[in-house]
């Protein structure tokens, strides 16, 4: 059970650290580089979702995407089933509840690029976007593996709005921590005890073996400094 | 024989596994248990969540869902009824069985444990009970709320309530037991803690869920159920 | 960097800007200069803060002036009026930035190569091997820009500018962390570089000798304004405000007044103000109720043991060295005759006409060494 | 009953940001310019906190601070009553859980400082301390203001750990999270979305001011770029 | 800046460090220098990647040597052996960075006054008002780094270095981005700066006019090696390695053998390589084994219309102008007469002796203008 559970949970956190790696970067640069009078409402919006209970913002979401709303039925047409109580639901409500901690680091080490870097990569004749590959990207990698160990971690330990879209079902939506919260409902504290260490050990590695990297081998990625 | 997705009170937990395990042992269908707060549970049922059966820890939530026909009203019963203790941990100096419901009125009780009274059918029969022998205003300010049941158990097993009125079947549950003592209040102090169990209508594994909850209905059910600190209703 | 052909004279670069900065209440600065620069170095020099950076900037696009135009050839870069306004990216201007902005995160290679994405590998290679090589940091191509001397970035910067092939080409103070040996070398690289692409090429420096080692044609900025443009000979020599004249090296500037003029000699006579003395100058359009100045280069005064006879030059005349000083191969003499003036000597002229403090002198100043500034 | 949620509420995310900034701020600064061996090691748990459930979280430091712990006695002894159903228990609940989402946007934005700049400081003879002020701060300033953003708004919206720390006592632990919470649970929608509301609005309104502040007036604060 | 008092010598900056870069596998790097320097301006002089700005960052305590001793008077600033290694902060070493690194978010002001924090404000103002002033910035004050051009910019952290009141001076390339007048200037406030406070400074620069105008000693450093050291006109003018020959500006350096010695006249004699021609040049005790080099100053060459007659130099040698070229105010002109020489000739000597590609014309090269390199 605890095997199902913690698979599930890293694919759940994987996908959702994936899904905001593609939005949350663009939405990041957007919002380091946008010159508009209204972004400071864009920012201020991005960071709402967590100022939300998570059970609630489930539970909010489980009404938006229910059979009584047109997104709801849209997406009942479009793939034949709810997204409530799927995995593919469990993505949507962590993504948008983590987007936060993925996008506000990654926005921060973008700004705070040099100016003069962006210009010397315009004037060599590069692209917005190649600048951005090149340039951008690099050297805000610092940032965005912030907000990658943020959002995936957070992913790891949230569950007020996955149980509420996912439904606490075994196999399919029970993630560990929700496992977890379930074993220390049931009093059973022993258990509880020994998969909260078994993620936390879990956990643990992965973040070590992540900034040992940056620190030792991953030089030429970000410690250029 | 088919597979199904229970959704289930959280207080049920140990007793449902225990008929569950049997169940499959017997029939050889399986049973997926889903805990959760009888709440959350029906908010998800409302959102078409893929439930076949739906135990609920009071009779309030499955007939809203009858009424608003998520559920087969034909299939509404009550299976179990739920009991109010009087529990302090093993270090208490007091002692339930002594002092009944005048514990609460000792100094050395700083925090009683209770359900929130707002949406936990254990927390209304709580305030019920205080109300019952007069206690409410005078203990008002020692209260403290669990999301659920098992929270507000949890609360005083750590040692941070010195007293809590949680639900005899935790404290009959095995992580439970050893851990305290308590007092049973008596059944007229508060409102019958009828617990509710439907089928769903959407379900798509109805003859098995029915099997199921036949068998948590038959004699070998209420015996085991009887075992985990509920009661079964009587004329069933 | 083999081909040393020349190539046909090519586009001309047409800046007309004007761009103001909005000081804090004290200061205020306003650049508004209209130029065209033909293929070829032209050299644009000027004190510090006189608005050349600012005048690049604009060019490259990384700054957006008030108003005007900015084209090559018939491309238009800029124009205030049709809102036209080319991104950095598409103007074909490479640009040595004076802070150089090397990517850190690069090596020097990947550096150089980056204007080269349309190339295949071994171009890239190729082209960017060249340019190391003649600059001598072919062995540093793996290197970091945090791990390479002020002078080796500087050749880095320059080297990713070249590469790629612009249309127009800005470098701001290119050469300025180098040693003369290096320099000179980079100098004549630039010189061959120049010979084959003839495109329009700016370029910022303070220092003289670059300029008449570069220099086709020089623009002479004050105060955000162009006040001398030609080749550097002509801006250099005959200057016509007294900023361009202390760039030009005067190391005397005397206030005078008119006292006669001659036409048919092309000559006038000008006392020094305070003093008895006249000079012959010159004789240039002047506005005569206006204070005339006029420079000489300590270079270009003659000195004297005994009064010189049969000369063909105007001015002698007699003084006492007050001072006398070596520095560099160089010997500086202050002579006072009424007015001190600055003179310029070799070593061996001190030797040979055993000069001292106190020795009677006689300075001899040709017509043609006076400059009438105004 | 709102306005009392709200207040504390407000209490609450004040307190725990301004906590967070004197503890986030010289563990980021350790963070980025230690040169430990074992720093990745002190990185990884920094961020372990949110990889557990919150009301798991908060379970266990109800365990902790329970009379059954020295910690919990020791502090007992000290100030004559228990951390668990307290205003300070849920301080403490809150800080470790916002820990990492306030320290590491700080840590990335202090690493990201050019190091000559420290340098220069050092040589004109100012001390770390001096030097921490006057540069590193200010320098860093959009990654401590990132990091108190997250915070903040994760306090906000936080319930898991307040509710099993705080005992859900109106008027004492009642945040407005756990209110939301509760009348949801009570199937109240119309109480809950008034409630949600109000906490957004309130929120956005605060997030807009900072983020327009920061664009328009603040510049002699953080936009020197 | 207005007491000239001059100040008695103060301490002494004493170094001996080792310090190794290991580069990726193909460059590496070391220094290895031992100098002692005393109060006033010492030059460092080197090429590109000689070493000068790792050396200051040694002593500044930017890097840490792998070896060695650093000191300022008594006090230990650095000591492999004890393992002393004082922080930047608590050295009392004023350091231009060749990066400037000046504070962006704070004003000009600011930036200048940071390291008076321990004075009041009155005292702080005064202080770096003075200097503000002096350097020609103090309109500035209110500005931002990023909102005054290059050149603006290294006076702000020149001025930053300056005003704190240190026991060691470090400016590395300080005037490179200064047009000639303003560099003047602040030449003339450095040289007033020095007489006054005598500490030891370390002044690396590429400019020999900088070097001539301000240094008391100068240190050359070539590979990370110390290759001479001594005054200015010592080290650049009887250079002994090829590096400072180049360095020191000599544009004719000739491969020779020698044929004859006269100790007599402290004297001998020497074959231009592939030629009959011979150089009398002066006595040094040399390996005649080894090649020999003879370093000239196109300068030092003087050119005669016809053979001059009784004059004191010894080298008198007929050859024929191939090429004849102005550059700024200075005739270059190369003589073949078997080698080839290369001279530097003013606009008036050209003129008065009608010199012009293919005229016939004698060199004289004075013997102690040439210099033996080996
Ligand atoms: N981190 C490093 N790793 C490897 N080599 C380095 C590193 N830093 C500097 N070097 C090398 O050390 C040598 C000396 O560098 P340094 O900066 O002291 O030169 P410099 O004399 O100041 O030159 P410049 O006049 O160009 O400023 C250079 O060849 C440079 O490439
Ligand atoms: N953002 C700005 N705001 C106000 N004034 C500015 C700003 N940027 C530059 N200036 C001023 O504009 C003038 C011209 O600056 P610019 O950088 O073009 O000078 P420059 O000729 O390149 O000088 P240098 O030789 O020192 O590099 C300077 O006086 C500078 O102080
Ligand atoms: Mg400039
Ligand atoms: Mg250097």
Known sequence: ????????????????????????????????????????????????????????????????????????????????????????????????????????????????????????????????????????????????????????????????????????????????????????????????????????????????????????????LWEWR | TQDITVAAASDLNYALKDLAARFEKKTGGKVTLSFGSSGNLYSQIQGGAPYDLFFSADVAYPQKLAVAGLVESSSLRTYAIGHLVLWVPNGSSLDPQRLEMNLLLQPSVQHIAIANPQHAPYGRAAMAALEHFGLKDKVASKLVFGENISQAAQFVQSGNAQAGLIALSLAVSPAMKDSGRYWELPADSYPELQQGVAVLSASKHKPAAKAFLDYVLSAEGATVLEQYGFRVPPGK | MSDAATSPPGEQLTVRVQKRFRGESDSQFTLEVQLAVAGGFTILFGASGAGKSTLLDCIAGLQTPDEGTIAIGETILFDSQSRVNLPPSRRSVAYLLQSLALFPHMTVEQNVQYGLASLNKADRDARSGDVLESFRISSLVQRRPNEISAGERQRVALARALVTLPRVLLLDEPLTALDAVTKARILDDLRAWNR???????????????????????????????????????????????????????????????????????????????????????????????????????????????????????????????????RDMKVIAVVTCGPAFEVHLTLGARESLQLKPGARVWLVVKTYSCHVLQ
């Open chain 1, 1 to 220: 059970m605890i095997i199902q559970a913690l698979t599930l949970t890293l694919r759940l956190a994987i996908m959702v650290s994936a899904i905001l790696l593609v939005i949350g970067i663009p939405l990041a640069y957007w919002l380091a580089f946008s010159r508009r009078r209204w972004k400071f409402l864009v920012e201020a919006i991005v960071s709402l979702p967590i100022v939300l209970p998570p059970t609630v913002l489930g539970f909010y979401v489980l009404v938006a995407v229910g059979p009584f709303t047109p997104l709801g039925r849209w997406y009942q047409a479009l793939t034949g089933h709810s997204l409530a109580f799927t995995f593919e639901g469990l993505v949507l409500g962590s993504v948008l509840y983590s987007l936060p901690f993925a996008v506000q680091p990654m926005a921060t080490s973008f700004a705070a690029i040099d100016g003069k870097l962006l210009d010397a990569s315009a004037l060599l004749g590069a692209s917005r976007w190649r600048t951005f590959w090149r340039i951008v990207l690099p050297l805000g990698l610092p940032g965005v593996l912030t907000g990658l160990v943020l959002s995936f971690a957070h992913t790891l330990g949230e569950f007020g709005v996955v149980l509420m879209i996912g439904g606490n079902i075994p196999g399919a939506t029970q993630t560990v921590s929700i496992l977890i919260y379930d074993q220390v409902q049931a009093l059973d504290y022993a258990t509880a005890n020994r998969t909260a260490l078994i993620l936390l050990l879990l956990c643990f590695t992965m973040l070590a073996i992540l900034y040992g990297l940056r620190r030792h081998g991953g030089r030429n």
């Open chain 3, 196 to 326: 084959r692409h003839r495109i329009p090429i700016l370029y910022v420096t303070h220092d003289r000798e670059e300029v008449f080692a570069l220099g086709e044609s020089a623009i002479v900025l004050e105060e955000g304004r162009i006040v001398a443009q030609g080749s550097p000979h002509e801006v250099l020599q005959r200057p016509q405000s007294e900023t361009v004249a202390q760039l030009a090296g005067f190391e005397n500037i005397f206030d005078c007044s008119m006292t006669g003029s001659h036409p048919e000699y092309g000559t006038m006579t000008c006392r020094i103000a305070g003093s008895t003395l006249d000079l012959e100058v010159p004789l240039v359009r002047v506005n005569v109720s206006l204070p005339l100045r006029v420079g000489i280069r300590a270079g270009d005064i003659l000195l004297a043991s005994s009064k010189p006879q049969g000369l063909s030059a105007r001015n002698v005349v007699d003084g006492t060295i007050t001072s006398l000083e070596q």
